[in-house]
């Protein structure tokens, strides 16, 4: 780059001082949403996120978390930590999830990457599996990627192919599951019209076959796994359209619910079972359905069912579903090329940086915030320390989890007057929202907010400055709504409890003894994301923020 004449030095903000420590805390899962008996953090005492809510108006406000304004195809993609940590370093807006798919397909980058390579070493004696949601709806998976995908492998060298097919009705209406079938298997015809021998295997509604999420219900993925890799489910056809016309037709049955079905050949024998030597490709790009499926086609060291048979497969995600787990291994489609993110440039301009979570949440804080670069930029500046997560339990058990051991190491941290960027994440909200746990939920906000006291009390000492923000909405609403946003009972009168992320906006607030006066949040950027947090973060520190970021939050007002 250099002899673009680029320079990592930023040039000084005309107003603002340099050499302020500044705290910037990720409340993680924290949104804003109505008060309501299900919104944890309304419920749950926090005295010190209420006193900035209600404080100076002009030093909080709501920012957006999911969508387009984190790099989601649409505003219909809740948030999620990777992309939003991403932004809040990156200062930009990246293509994620569908996207990147979309870029990687169209251009045939996906085919030279190590993923496709990987997965290629199987196709001369193997057969090419391919397992996930045959959909339009655009939320975890798209038939027309699966169909450019088995175009691209066919024509690259794929002689046998398999395609085990999940039925959707949730993302889109229910009974268009026969259409994407007949779809899929005019394209399969095709290709054996070409010699290739390219077939349906497997089949079964989404919500009772393979996509399950945050370890819900394994059997769920069970099922998948015996109809997928032994070629064993209580119903057999020889047509895949067949067979959801007739699965159809039993009771409480629809897309999402369809029962596990194999297809068989004249003789009874299932056509497509996963065995050794062959490849695997989980074709959704959203990660949150994929991961348990991921663990059991990866991890060698595995007990939450009986595999029967643990094939010797290659096996790569279209995405790699979780960055902290770095499982799958091998995908096809890269993260984002992030470059320039914030920390890097703080650190060129000699601001000394030290960023904190546990161990859930650290890779955060410090690899995703660093546009999915591991290690530090410059070892003599920076200080990433990770505190061990609590294992073989699940969250709500101690929804503390780590929160007064983080906020102690940076409240030291920010005594010892070291450095001057403070980066930290606090889990709670997130890690326990997600086990749908309501009254463990609110113990976990409050110990986050008694974090964030501990915290900005030692920003106080300092004269430092705070930045205090989230990076997507979870623990604001823990339960299912309907399009008037009244709660879903199930068929017992209970609510359904929601365990996932929301669409919500998060908040953010300024403020300490060393912000300069007449600091406030402008008011003709209604439609502020995460991503506008970089230059915010940027300018308190005493910079501008390079002129390719989204813009700063923050004006200063002359007294």
């Not at 040039?11 to 993680?28: E, F, M, S, T």
């Not at 024509?155 to 079938?181: N, P, Q, Y």
């Not at 000699?350 to 915030?369: D, L, N, Y």
């Not at 003599?380 to 102690?408: H, Q, R």
Request: glycine letters at 10%; one cysteine or more; aromatic letters at 8%.
């Amino acid at each position: 780059m250099g002899s673009s004449g680029f320079s990592w030095k930023l040039n000084d903000h005309p107003k603002l001082p340099k050499g302020k420590i500044i705290a910037v805390v990720v409340l993680d899962g924290w949104g804003e949403a109505h008060a309501n008996q299900y919104n944890c953090i309304h419920v749950a005492e926090t005295p010190v996120m209420d006193s900035l809510k209600n404080g100076a108006p002009e030093k909080w406000r709501l920012v957006k978390a999911h969508g387009k304004a984190v790099g989601l195809p649409t505003d219909d993609d809740m948030g999620n930590s990777e992309v939003g940590h991403n932004a809040l370093g990156a200062g930009r807006i990246y293509a994620q999830g569908a996207k990147l798919v979309d870029f990687a397909l169209a251009s045939g980058k996906i085919y030279d990457g190590e993923g496709f390579k990987y997965i290629k070493e199987s196709f001369e004696t193997g057969t090419l599996h391919l397992i996930g949601l045959l959909s339009d709806g655009g939320v975890h998976s798209r038939l027309d990627q699966l169909q450019l995908l088995l175009k691209g492998a066919s024509e690259r060298g794929a002689k046998r192919i398999r395609v085990h097919a999940l039925t959707d009705g949730r993302d889109v209406l229910d009974g268009t599951s026969i259409g994407f079938m007949e779809t899929l298997e005019n394209d399969l015809a095709k290709l054996r019209e070409k010699g290739i021998d390219a077939q349906i295997a497997s089949g079964g509604g989404r919500m009772y076959v393979t996509m399950d999420r945050y370890e819900n219900d394994w059997d769920v993925v069970k099922r998948g796994w015996d109809a997928q890799v032994l070629g064993e489910a209580p119903h057999k056809f020889t047509s895949a359209v067949e067979a959801i016309n007739k699965l159809r037709q039993e009771p409480n049955t629809n897309d999402q619910y369809l029962p596990p079905f194999v297809i068989v050949d004249e003789s009874g024998k299932p056509v497509g079972p996963i065995v050794d030597g062959d490849a695997v490709v989980t074709i959704n790009f959203r990660a949150d359905r994929m991961v348990m499926l991921a663990k059991a086609l990866e991890y060698e060291d595995f007990d939450k069912f009986d595999r029967v048979r643990f094939p010797k497969i290659r096996y790569a995600g279209m995405l790699q579903y979780d960055g902290e787990l770095k499982l799958p291994s091998h995908y096809l489609v890269s993260p984002p090329e992030i470059e320039r993110t914030s920390g890097e440039y703080l650190v060129h301009n000699g601001v000394r940086t030290f960023a904190c979570s546990e161990t859930v949440k650290f890779g955060h804080v410090t690899f995703f915030w660093n546009g999915n670069r591991s290690g530090y930029f410059d070892q003599s500046m920076e200080e990433y320390v990770e505190i061990p997560s609590d294992s073989g339990i699940t969250f709500n058990v101690k929804p503390k989890m780590k929160a007064l051991e983080i906020a102690e190491k940076v409240r030291d941290t920010i005594l010892s007057r070291k450095f001057h960027q403070v980066r930290v994440n606090l889990p709670n909200g997130d890690m326990v929202g997600h086990t749908g746990d309501i009254e463990a939920t609110v113990v976990a906000c409050k110990a986050a907010d008694d974090a964030v006291k501990m915290i900005l009390d030692a920003i106080e000492q300092v004269g430092g400055i705070f930045v205090v923000t989230a990076d997507h909405g979870n623990a604001e609403d823990m339960v299912k709504r309907n399009k008037k946003g009244e709660p879903l009972l199930d068929k017992n009168g209970n609510i359904q409890i929601l365990t996932s992320h929301t669409l919500e906006p998060v908040p953010i607030a300024i403020g300490g003894p060393g912000l300069a006066p007449g600091v406030k949040f402008r008011q003709d950027l209604p439609g502020g994301g995460l991503a506008n947090v970089a230059a915010t973060v940027m300018n308190l520190h005493g910079y501008e923020a390079p002129s390719d970021y989204e813009p700063t939050l923050i004006e200063v007002v002359d007294n």
